[in-house]
DNA sequence: CTAGCCTGTGCAAAGATTTGCATCAACAAG
DNA sequence: CTTGTTGATGCAAATCTTTGCACAGGCTAG
């Protein structure tokens, strides 16, 4: 029940996204990764389960819109993926050389959102995402 | 002197980069835009100034290394650029209907490196960019 | 369980961005 | 001014990501 993969998927269900072969195969795939991957890396990493990575692209797209899966950025633009792990929105220290990373939960959320509604704005989020070179690629 | 072009070419140089006409092109562009754009989108701007498509995308990556250029991206990811004008490094609050962008100046940097530092990480950048729906597109 | 609706999927194509390589030209030295 | 070095450019191709469309299959109603 606290399974990351089985919550999702009721999550899903919820919001009446459909459960498919695919999609249990690339939550699989996302829940085994201790670092947030690519849409083109979770492709590559399912096994036997044949899915067209068009599908990993929108699938992941779709998750991340139902709030079951947390969006990133590599340094070099590449959208990344991964589960919230309970702590919903959050944000990672990323190594540019080996792409290891660490959660970072100090978030600017509330900040933002007032400085937005300051010009009027709605509908606010964010991204951010911290780089740099860990102990181990130094 | 004051002139963001006179002074992005003269800290290129400094930098030991080569003033090139497409380059003195690109940086127009970007002088006249009053939101951050693409590159595909400065190109689309250079007029007579018959340049590669590729050599957009390659200058304006040199001249964010360089720091005479601010690098964003939209929520799309796709890559946007501007001349600092004075502050250095700063964030936007883009719209996501139209592209239009307000500065924010608003940065955590201090505490991402202090964090980062935490855990043995050198050569610290971060990416922030907050999104929203403007007045004018509500 | 079955039928039907409508989302999700695969394939193909378009679009965006990066990379490789030969040639060109900025600029420092003489 | 002439020359040589070396970074910058353009073209072509590879790579990555999105979009269009017809068909397949999950899910709900009966
Ligand atoms: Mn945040
Ligand atoms: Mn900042
Ligand atoms: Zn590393
Ligand atoms: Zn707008």
């Known amino acids: 029940m606290s399974d990351p993969i089985t919550k999702a998927i009721s999550v899903l269900r919820e919001k009446g996204l ?25 492709h590559a990493m399912l096994v036997a389960s044949q899915c067209d ?13 139902a709030g079951v899966v947390e969006l990133g950025v ?8 991964c589960f ?14 080996c ?3 660490e959660r970072v939960d100090v978030c600017m959320k509330n900040e933002l959102e007032e400085i937005a509604r300051g010009y009027g704005y709605q509908e606010v989020t964010h991204v951010m995402e911290v780089f740099g070179v860990c102990p181990s690629c130094s």
């Open 18 to 42: 459909r459960i498919t072969e695919q999609r249990k195969a690339i939550l699989e795939v996302l829940s085994k990764a201790d670092s947030p991957i690519s849409a083109e890396e979770n």
């Open 74 to 81: 590599r340094e070099n633009g590449t959208k990344v993926y």
């Open 53 to 65: 990575l068009v599908t990993v692209y929108r699938s992941l797209e779709q998750f991340v819109k």
């Open 99 to 101: 792409g290891d990373s």
């Open 84 to 97: 919230g792990h309970g702590h919903g929105h959050h944000h990672h220290l990323t190594c540019r050389m």
